[in-house]
């Protein structure tokens, strides 16, 4: 039997190896660490003493591929639905709070309401929403609406921040049309919010670990792919670096005429790496170039705060963090596209951030409590409209080879959902390559 050979151990590589494991397709995963999960991972800190995520990640109901991946290796539990789609927000320099909440339905009857539609703002501003649908590649989310108007700073750039790691400014208004086409554009149904009740870990890395072992598949950690080779249009070796123990792996060649069914054909080979380290193993690939850092502190409280039982984060406007979520007496905040923070201390981002934890908790004149800096420098691709044409598809220049990744042309920003999307993707394309037929196809 044929095997699919998937380079990185990310959300995408794993996407990919549960829908080829899920296909009966036997599956081997390559992880250049010694864990799983990539930016989407928890592990304990030695410094809190407990377990963190490695970020934090907000998803939305309408996230249709992050739910039938949950849903298949058994961890759709795993997340805190809220149950209405209700985005908390607090204005740091006013101490004003209110909450964004839509209607249900594709019709946004909801902005009629004051008390559904954020502060200071008119029904009519959100017309602009028409601007943003209709903008074509060239622009940016900026570019689409007044910069001056209390609904772009209360809710277009943060969500912007959000969802493309990337300012406003800068980030392309068809990166952001697309998840506001499937989310808030599709009523209350589809943009409730969702987050990890235990941690990333246990939702996503290891139920997806245990179904690949489950169903045959093999997962080999500290693994680096260094090169491949190729000939007559197929990758035929891969090469790892020293020290992991596998060293030349040669790869089963197609047999002509041979489309028996999955499995049937060569082997095939995904690689669900980031885009610099995939344009190192193939030169010829030029990925988006410039990315965004985003900093991560996790503050470890005396006592869980109050207030957050029913929806566990906020959004922060007016100050240097962006978003802040609690679980138990830990608060973790996140700061996007945090290019000038980045460069800062640990002991100064923590100083910095928790003044703006402490006035969003009421705990103002509070020391500095044990902090966790996670410091990503290159966590997403600019999500900006230079980019959108550097992202490369799912087949390449060799016929048994495909890339995944949130870089590549999925549709979507640097978020989980495109993560997964692009694995399933690949995996897809691997599919029809064994001769097979992908789930959902006709």
């Known amino acids: ?25 036997a599956v081997v995963l390559y992880e250049g660490a010694n864990h799983a999960g990539g930016r989407a991972r928890s592990f304990h800190d030695e410094t809190l003493g407990c377990r963190i995520d490695n970020g934090n990640h907000l998803m939305m109901s309408g996230n249709r591929t992050v739910r039938h991946y949950l849903q298949t290796i058994g961890s759709e539990d795993s997340l805190i639905d809220t149950g209405a789609a209700v985005y908390p927000f607090l204005d740091l320099d006013s101490g004003a709070r209110w909450a964004v909440r839509p209607g ?11 008390d559904r ?56 208004a068809v990166l952001l049309a ?30 997806a670990l245990a179904y690949i072992t489950a169903n045959g598949g093999t997962v080999c950690f500290k ?8 000939d007559n249009g197929a990758v035929d070796l891969l090469r790892f670096a ?19 069914g999955p499995g049937s054909g060569g082997d095939a080979v995904i690689l669900a790496l980031p ?14 170039e410039g990315s965004y850092p985003i900093v991560n502190v996790h503050f470890l409280l005396k006592q869980a705060p109050a207030g957050f039982d029913e929806i566990p984060f906020i959004g922060l406007i007016g100050g240097t963090a962006h978003w802040l979520f609690v679980r138990g007496n830990i608060a ?19 100083a910095t951030v928790w003044r703006d934890v402490a006035r969003a908790l009421d705990m103002l004149g509070a020391p500095l409590p044990p902090f966790r800096v996670i410091n990503e420098k290159r966590a997403t691709f600019a999500g900006t409209p230079a980019s959108l044409a550097r992202r490369h598809g799912t087949t390449t220049r060799y016929g048994n080879l495909f890339l995944a990744g949130d870089w590549t042309d999925t549709g979507l920003p640097a978020t989980i959902e495109g993560a997964l999307r692009s694995g399933y993707k690949a995996a897809d394309a691997a599919i029809r390559h064994f001769g097979g037929a992908p789930e959902g196809s006709k």
């Open 223 to 230: 693994s680096r792919l260094r090169g491949l080779a190729a």
């Open 242 to 260: 020293p020290g992991g123990g596998k060293g030349d792996i040669s790869l089963a060649p197609s047999l002509p005429g041979n489309s028996d």
């Open 104 to 114: 249900a339905g594709r019709l946004p009857w909801w902005i009629f309401s004051k």
């Open 332 to 350: 973790a905040v996140t700061v996007s596209a945090a290019r000038d923070l980045a460069g800062e201390a640990n002991d100064l981002i923590a």
């Open 117 to 172: 539609r954020i502060p200071g703002t008119s029904a009519v501003d959100y017309m602009a929403v028409l601007k943003l649908l209709l903008a074509g590649k060239d622009k940016t989310v900026a570019d689409c609406f007044d910069r001056s108007s209390l609904l772009y700073q209360r809710f277009w750039e943060p969500l912007t921040l959000a969802a493309l790691n990337t300012p406003p400014e800068e980030g392309a």
């Open 178 to 207: 697309s998840v506001f086409r499937e989310t808030f554009a599709r009523g209350s149904a589809h943009c409730r919010p969702l987050v990890a009740a235990e941690g990333l870990s246990e939702s996503f890395v290891d139920p």
């Open 1 to 25: 039997m044929a095997t699919a050979h998937i380079i990185g151990a990310g959300l995408s590589g794993l996407s990919a190896a549960v829908r080829l494991a899920k296909a009966g397709i």
């Open 275 to 288: 885009p610099e380290r995939a344009a190192e193993v193939l030169p010829w690939l030029e990925p988006p």
